[in-house]
């Protein structure tokens, strides 16, 4: 390509413990504080609870991804960051579904204005798979109107300033 480009690839497997011992040995811990690989589905079972039965995402998980990096008009302050990832569970939760949780695009841009001062914008999709196909979950919300969105599509859009001392 005409702009300096890296991409890469990889593969996670976070094989956590098993669910029925109850907590008793201690369960799974992330291995890294603060290392996350995608920007929705790392945080499954922190801040985001879909209507149907899972495991947290540092556990009972294989994920894997390709990612690019460039920087267009050769500018080295501007960064365009793409990650695609697909997500496995290593056991079902829930018996007879399926083992594919879902696939994750993520894009980060971001600007250095100075070596101290960075902007970023980062917008990511959540694209359930079909381990949230079946009945899912169903429930009241505040209309009074039964509802499931276990199955439906999440987005999230995050603008970030980083200023360094």
Known sequence: MPWPTLSGGGWTWYSGEDRSEGGKSGNYRPPARGKFYSAIQEFHGFFYFPGVTGTPSYTNKHQF??????????NKDLTFFARY???FFDTTPIEGRDSHIGSELDVVLSYDYTEDLTFKLINAYFFPGSYYDGTAAVFTNQFGESVSNADETAMELVAEVSLAF
Do not use: A
């Open 85 to 87: 990832l697909q997500f």
């Open 65 to 74: 991804y390709v990612d690019v990096t460039l920087h267009p008009f050769n």
